[in-house]
């Protein structure tokens, strides 16, 4: 604890944190130091661990980096972080992260930006970005992202650690504040597979509080990480001749094929038909799951209430006004559009249809092959400020990672070298329905 919390002290300059909680977590040190000699000791004991600041944590603040959450206080814990702190991880701080998890920057927080250890002047990626750099500059071992169209994946992409994102129910979302709610999954940011596998199985599985939870066994991902035999991988020639895709992040794309090849693996180059309407499908959709999840702040029972109100529906306007970031309120508005009368059946009806063409598609590749890999961002971590001008400019940053999450299969990030600049490029592998086991273990073999 000692250790992270020194390097918690000499990084402040990245703003990763928005909490620290020092003296709680060096009471829980001393604790599970006890439970240890006594050879009661969890399954964690002493891992050190960091949540965005998107999770409920019972008498400490959250903020989903927004002006209308100030001084809200949770009344409960997720059901992810209890599972985490019942084996005797040690939880030590908050992450700062985009505003209700809205952005692939990390510049959209009331906070301020977050800062990549790799770079002065580089983004972190988002929304999980104040995860990924605790997680890049030792200021944890493990942190807790939330990944609904890539957050986990692609910050970890350009922070040069390990960010999963599992299937769709895998984790129950209790405690966590929803954005998009068919969308949203837990993620974990770690620095190896094993990490990542062993707090996959501590959080997973059913929960009385999620309906939407899969209810099946939980393997013991942390004991079955081995890779044996040939697999069969599916990669996609209109995503390696994209025109918003780096040529360095390109180029060892392809360097990382030409690798498995040669080891013997099977790799064929097909084309995903449906590559240009990922997009508009998945921002569709979200923003108007996020319309609907984001109209509780009203001002009346959550945090910010504007003093400028002179009756109820003042009140409504003003604390939502002055209390959601310029990014939250163009997708209310958007989403609200998408789900209005006359524009529903046009829109928010066909996007899903076409969430549902997307999602057979992808399954269809699974009943010939083993994993999908493709690059898990078109760059590596831009620099602070560049992205801002042009929203559809920042919106591309995810046209590899939503494909997942409209299908809501298990997908993960892992390091792939460095691009001149020496910022890190990450390599995406997308698994079959629910199968994190094999993922994990093709991942192992493949870092
Ligand atoms: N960048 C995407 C968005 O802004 C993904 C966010 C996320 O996964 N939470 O919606």
């Known amino acids: 604890v000692n250790h992270y ?9 990245l703003n990763a944190l928005t909490a620290v909680y020092e003296a709680e977590a060096l009471a829980a040190a ?27 944590h019972e008498g400490h603040t959250l903020q989903c980096g927004s002006k209308i959450l100030e001084g809200f206080e949770s009344q409960f814990t997720a059901t992810c972080v209890q599972r985490l702190l019942d084996e005797d991880a040690i939880l030590i701080g908050r992450n700062n992260c985009d ?11 009331v906070f301020g930006p977050v800062i990549n250890a790799a770079g002065e002047n580089r ?27 890539g957050s986990v994946r692609q910050p970890a992409a ?18 966590l504040s929803a954005y998009a709610s068919s969308f949203d999954c837990v993620g974990i940011l770690a620095n190896t597979i094993e990490d990542t596998a062993l707090t996959l199985e501590i959080m997973a599985g059913s929960d009385e509080y999620d309906t939407t939870v899969s209810h099946s066994d939980v393997p013991a991902y942390s004991k079955n990480i081995h890779w044996e035999g040939n697999a069969k991988i599916a990669c996609f020639d209109n995503i390696l001749s994209h025109e ?16 498995l ?44 209430r504007s003093d400028k109100a002179h009756d109820l529906e003042s009140m409504y306007k003003k604390s939502r006004s002055e209390g959601f970031g310029d990014e939250v309120k163009k997708r209310i508005l958007l989403g609200t559009y998408v ?85 890190p490029i990450g390599i995406q592998v997308i698994a079959n329905t629910f199968e994190e086991e094999k993922l994990l273990s093709f991942s192992k073999y493949l870092v």
Do not use: W
């Not at 020194?6 to 300059?13: A, G, L, Q, Y």
């Not at 692939?104 to 927080?109: K, Y």
């Not at 350009?158 to 405690?175: A, E, M, T």
């Not at 040669?262 to 799951?289: C, K, M, R, S």
């Open 5 to 13: 919390i020194s390097n918690i002290h000499k990084n402040k300059n």
């Open 30 to 56: 001393k604790t599970i130091q006890a439970k240890i000699e006594a050879g009661t000791a969890g399954r964690l004991a002493g891992m050190v661990f960091t949540i965005k600041d998107v999770y409920c």
């Open 99 to 109: 505003e209700f998890a809205m952005g692939s920057s990390n510049e959209n927080s």
């Open 123 to 149: 983004v972190p990626g988002g929304s999980s970005g104040g995860s990924a750099v605790a997680v890049q500059a030792d200021m944890c071992l493990v942190s807790i992202g939330s990944d609904t169209g």
């Open 158 to 175: 350009y922070c040069g650690i390990v960010g999963l994102k599992p299937n769709y129910g895998r984790i129950s979302r209790h405690g």
């Open 244 to 259: 918003g895709l780096d040529e360095e992040v390109k180029s060892a794309t392809s360097e990382a094929y030409a690798k």
């Open 261 to 304: 090849k040669n080891q013997g693996h099977g790799i064929d180059h097909l084309g995903f038909q449906y590559l240009d309407y990922v997009l508009p499908t998945y921002y569709i959709l979200t923003t108007a799951e996020a319309s609907t999840n984001l109209s509780r702040y009203d001002g009346v029972r959550y945090g910010y």
């Open 339 to 423: 789900l209005s009368e006359g524009f529903y059946d046009a829109y928010f009806t066909k996007a899903q249809k076409v969430r549902r063409l997307i999602r057979d598609e992808t399954k269809k590749i699974f009943e010939t092959h083993d994993f999908i890999i493709l690059p898990t961002a078109p760059t590596t971590a831009f620099e602070l400020n560049s992205h801002n001008r042009d929203p559809l400019e920042m919106y591309l940053e995810d046209i590899f990672t939503v494909q997942a999450s409209l299908a809501g299969l298990p997908a993960i990030s892992l390091p792939n070298g460095k691009d001149k600049n020496g910022m």
